[in-house]
Each structure stands twice: as structure tokens, then as C-alpha cells.
Nanobody
């Protein structure tokens, strides 16, 4: 069964850090670009970051550059999103998604083949 499972979300104070994980089951992430998306209450889903399949080329939303870092460990079949200096506006459900091929990743959600169920991130004091 093909499955993406996110973990690592939770409640964190402003300025804190979290590391989200996206683990793949039933398929290898080696040939997939991975994207992270988020959806805040009452807002549309937006792209956060992505990493390509072959060269590990990364993309970040402009507002997140310098605070978030995406990485992949193909041996563990897992992609990570390190989030630092978190702000209340980062509160959202974070989803990872996999796009077959994905030599150049993008924030175009419909282009992704598999999605995880999401993990909640709440930034609050």
C-alpha cells in the first residue's frame, strides 16, 4: 500500500523549532520530488518547499527562506522539513506530497501523485 506519513508536528512557542518528517511506505522516494504544503485555518493551501528527485534541488516560498530547510534521506525513504524561528502565522496543517519523476520540483499541488494525511503545527505562547 502506497502511503506518505507525516510526523513531528505539535505545539511550539514563537521562536521555537520543529522538524517534520515525511516517510514513504510501499514505494521508494528515490524517483520522486517531494513537496511540503500547508493550509492554515480559513486559508488556501500554499506551497512551502520542495526538493527534486535527482539532484536534490530545492525551492522555498519567499516568505520562508532562511527559516525552513528541506532535506532528504533516500536510505531512510524520508524527507524532512526543519522549521526554525517559528511564528504564529506558521500555524497550519503541513502536508507532504510526492511527484513521480520530479526532476524539477514545484509548488503546483495538482502535479503531485501522492499526499500524506497532514500533521498539525501550532505556534503559540
Amino acid at each position: 500500500q502506497v502511503q506518505l506519513v507525516e510526523s513531528g508536528g505539535g505545539l511550539v512557542q514563537p521562536g521555537g523549532s520543529l522538524r517534520l518528517s515525511c516517510a514513504a511506505y510501499g514505494f521508494s522516494l528515490n524517483n520522486y520530488a517531494i513537496g511540503w504544503f500547508r493550509q492554515a485555518p480559513g486559508k488556501e493551501r500554499e506551497g512551502v518547499s520542495c526538493i527534486s528527485s535527482a539532484d536534490g534541488i530545492t525551492w522555498y516560498a519567499d516568505s520562508l527562506k532562511g527559516r525552513f530547510t528541506i532535506s532528504r534521506d533516500n536510505a531512510k525513504n524520508t524527507v524532512y522539513l526543519e522549521m526554525n524561528s517559528l511564528k504564529p502565522e506558521d500555524t497550519a496543517i503541513y502536508y507532504c506530497a510526492a511527484q513521480y519523476g520530479g526532476y524539477v520540483c514545484s509548488d503546483y499541488g495538482p502535479g503531485y501523485d501522492y499526499w500524506g494525511q497532514g500533521t498539525h503545527v501550532t505556534v503559540s505562547s
